[in-house]
């Protein structure tokens, strides 16, 4: 069981947006930064978003990230059937350990 | 540009020991910090520690005490983990991942290609 909780799975449509949830605690998300990570099958992750809401260069415009309280949030916009993948987030707690979420699979139908 | 190259897959016998290293280019490599990440068949991201490439000093997360040992060679800019009393649950697949500081972060711009070790009798 994950200190950093998401959704074990998401679905959308090409064009769609669709948003990955990232819940946890005061003292991981609620006073460090958030990161994702996108995995895709077979292959190592790779870091969508960091400090919250940054993109590193050459990863699309169409993801986002944002980070409320304890809570984080991805979001796809304009999805694309190569989205399809694991996605991960990430983030320091206070007792001196990195953690990972549990990991959401997306499917694009 | 950065590369983070581990060695090849390995298959082992539970009580064996297994080390797997982790060569990097590309950057200057006692400038950051690196980490490792397990992932056992069809599961998630575990953070498993780091270890600080300007000092040598690892750091272990709960459940990779004892057994797990983070180590260094700056003269081939390589990073090794060495996993000794092998258990069938430490079948996975194990990530290097590079830090951009020289102290830990979960962020992990350059990630190894993964190591399988898979621990059968």
């Known amino acids: 069981q994950s200190v950093l909780t998401q959704p074990p799975s998401a679905s959308g449509t090409p064009g769609q947006r669709v948003t990955i949830s990232c819940s946890g605690s005061?003292?991981?998300?609620?006073?460090?930064?958030v990161y994702w990570y996108q995995q895709l099958p077979g292959t190592a992750p790779k870091l969508l978003i960091y400090?919250?809401?940054q993109r590193p260069s050459g990863v699309p415009d169409r993801f986002s990230g944002s980070k409320s309280g304890t809570s984080a949030s991805l979001a796809i916009s304009g999805l694309r059937s190569e989205d399809e993948a694991d996605y991960y987030c990430?983030?320091?707690?206070?007792?001196?350990?990195?953690?990972f979420g549990g990991g959401t699979k997306l499917t694009v139908l | 540009q950065v590369q983070l190259v581990q060695s090849g897959s390995e298959l082992k016998k539970p009580g064996a020991s297994v080390k797997v290293s982790c060569k990097a280019s590309?950057?200057?490599?006692?400038?950051?910090?690196m980490n490792w990440v397990r992932q056992a068949p069809g599961q998630g991201l575990e953070w498993m520690g780091w270890?600080?490439?300007?000092?040598?000093?690892?750091t272990y997360a709960q459940g990779f005490t004892g057994r797990f040992v983070f180590s260094l060679d700056t003269s081939v800019s390589t990073a090794y983990l060495q996993i000794s009393s092998l258990k069938a649950e430490d079948t996975a697949v194990y990530y290097c991942?590079?830090?951009?500081?020289?102290?830990?972060?979960?962020?992990?711009?350059?990630w190894g290609q993964g190591t399988l070790v898979t621990v059968s009798s």
């Open positions: 590309g950057y200057t490599f006692t400038s950051y910090a």
């Open positions: 400090r919250n809401n």
């Open positions: 005061s003292s991981n998300i609620g006073s460090n930064y």
């Open positions: 991942a590079r830090a951009t500081t020289t102290v830990v972060t979960p962020e992990y711009p350059d």
């Open positions: 270890i600080n490439t300007n000092t040598g000093n690892p």
């Open positions: 990430a983030a320091w707690d206070d007792s001196l350990s990195g953690l």
